[in-house]
């Protein structure tokens, strides 16, 4: 999704080429799931974003954190969680959906790394989920029929991307759409399939699916705390500007220099001038939206 200054700001990445490979990933990652869910602690199903069970694991800051740290489980769900990070078809996921991050925003992945590798020097305490991802935190939504309503994802990085697989057996003409109220966009969402998306600024949420239909995903971002903690010299921003910190550039010019972080479409091609090795085959097409995100 390209708007009309030419910057991509989403992408459709879908899947692998080994579409035999992932599909039957698909299917025995749903299993995974579903024990997770069975054996799982939650406080409750209903929250701002649907009607079902996740957990969230990773290194966080915000919702009442007082520094940088991974986030906390209850000592049954903590085996739980370590259990989806270690698992083999998790860890792919993971993998695809870092990949399809750096190919696509390079520039924004970089951010994300230097970020992640800034704290993880500083602070041995923090674990990442993954050795092979950028982001900070990831979310496995447990089913077993998972539609959201409308929401952003507000204290992810305002700039950043989240990367969204949908997994499940399912009929993606008829249900499981991504909808990106903003943009006035319904897409097609099947298993299998990873979208990358700004969540903190663009509205979006699910269809549902079918009653004898199962629909799961998981999802991998970074919290804007994460970014604040380390341009704050490793403190809070309540901590830094009691001490007399000032920042070095505006919210307005952070803004402008995350978006600019994006890629442009002329540089995926490889027609830019500080284009690269040019778009991968199955980039086919793109759909330019008539909005601007900034003045610049």
């Known amino acids: 999704l390209v708007d009309k200054s030419g910057r991509v700001i989403a992408v459709l990445v879908g899947q692998p080429r080994d579409t035999d490979g992932w599909a039957k990933l698909n299917d025995d990652v749903q299993k995974v799931l579903e024990d997770a869910r069975a054996e799982c602690e939650v406080k409750t199903t209903s929250h701002r974003r649907g009607e079902f069970a996740s957990l969230t694991a990773g290194i966080s800051y915000g919702s009442g954190q007082k520094r940088v740290s991974n986030l906390s489980q209850t000592a049954q769900n903590e085996d739980i969680v370590q259990g989806l990070l270690k698992n083999p078809l998790i860890k792919r996921l993971a993998g695809f959906g870092n990949a399809a991050f750096k190919l696509f925003a390079p520039r924004l992945y970089e951010y994300y790394a230097d970020t992640m590798d800034t704290l993880l020097t500083h602070d041995d305490d923090l674990q990442p989920n993954f050795n092979k991802s950028v982001f900070g935190a990831a979310t496995f939504n447990l089913g077993p029929r998972v539609f959201t309503y409308v929401h952003t994802d507000h204290l992810n990085l305002p700039a950043g991307w989240c990367a969204i697989t949908a997994l499940g057996q399912f009929n993606a003409k008829e249900g499981g759409h991504l909808l990106l109220w903003d943009l006035k966009l319904m897409i097609e969402f099947p298993p299998g399939a990873l979208i990358l998306l700004p969540s903190a600024i663009l509205r979006h949420s699910n269809v549902v699916v079918g009653l004898e239909e199962r629909r799961y995903s998981f999802t991998q971002y970074s919290a804007g ?17 009691k001490e007399g910190g000032l920042y070095a550039i505006t919210g307005t010019e952070r803004w402008l220099r995350g978006v600019q972080m994006w890629s442009t479409w002329d540089e995926l091609r490889g027609t830019g001038s500080d284009s690269g090795p040019g778009a991968p085959p199955q980039v086919l097409g793109i759909l330019t939206l008539s909005l601007t995100l900034c003045n610049s």
Request: overall charge positive; charged content about 30%; proline content about 0%.
């Open 225 to 241: 705390g994460l970014f604040r903690w380390v341009e704050c010299g490793f403190k809070s921003q309540k901590d830094f500007l």
